[in-house]
């Protein structure tokens, strides 16, 4: 026999109980990190999508293993399909969430009211409700939290590769920017780099800069020192690279 609690107050004591924020900590602390990173890159694209696409991507590891999907990840063509792909994974933790939820209001609490705060005595029908209402709500809790916990694995796979790979990030090749806009207009040799927007060129260097630079090749990035016969070098191997951005 139930406990019989007034209505609302039993419900309120349930919701109060079974109330979950994890989901919601985890997005805030995926906010600021992928802000920092991808979201910073595709606030920089004003173009659209990067049109040469992301030829090498991480190599990951030379162990003949089966590829991995984060290897997977950054072997994706573009910025935005990055983007897409991990909204995809956000989602699914996110829908795993949405549906326990909605079973929790719409199934599990009529269920445990009627059984435990009830004034009138509950029937077998009503306990046998319940009963499969808990069990169907612990295994959409567990599944919920499984696909939480996959959602924080990538998550900080996609961090952890950030602070490890050797290729120039956003603001890094913003500062190389200008000396090579102004190193592609010196050298010439195509109308393409007349005839379009300067905004547009500089921003096309730049998203090849993320691809095909390294934080080690242009010396010190900040002082500019030694840098400078590297940037002829760089802009003369990938010239045609940048054009068929534009």
Known sequence: MGINLPPFCALLLHILLSYNTTMETLEDIYAAMFRQH???????????????????????????????????????????ARKEQFEKWRNEARQAKEALDTFTRLTYRPAYVKTHGMDQEPTQEDWRAFENADNERRRL??????????????????????EKSP?????????????IFEIALEEGGYEKLYDTPKDKL?????????????????????????????????????????????
């Open 38 to 80: 991808e979201e910073t890159l595709l606030a920089a694209n004003p173009y659209g999508c990067n049109q040469y696409g992301h030829r090498k991507g991480h190599q990951g590891s030379s162990s003949p293993k089966e590829e991995n999907e984060i290897d997977k990840y950054w072997k994706l063509p573009t910025i935005n």
């Open 141 to 162: 809790e567990y599944e919920a939290n499984q696909a939480e916990k996959k959602f924080e694995e990538r998550k900080n796979k996609i961090a952890n590769y950030w």
């Open 167 to 179: 290729r120039l990030l956003y603001n890094d090749a913003v500062n190389l920017t200008d000396d």
């Open 202 to 246: 500089k921003h096309a260097i730049t998203q090849e800069l993320m691809e095909s630079g390294t934080k080690d090749m242009f010396g010190n990035i900040d002082t500019g020192e030694s840098g400078t016969p590297a940037k002829y070098k760089w802009w003369r191997k990938n010239i045609k690279k940048v054009l068929a951005r534009l």
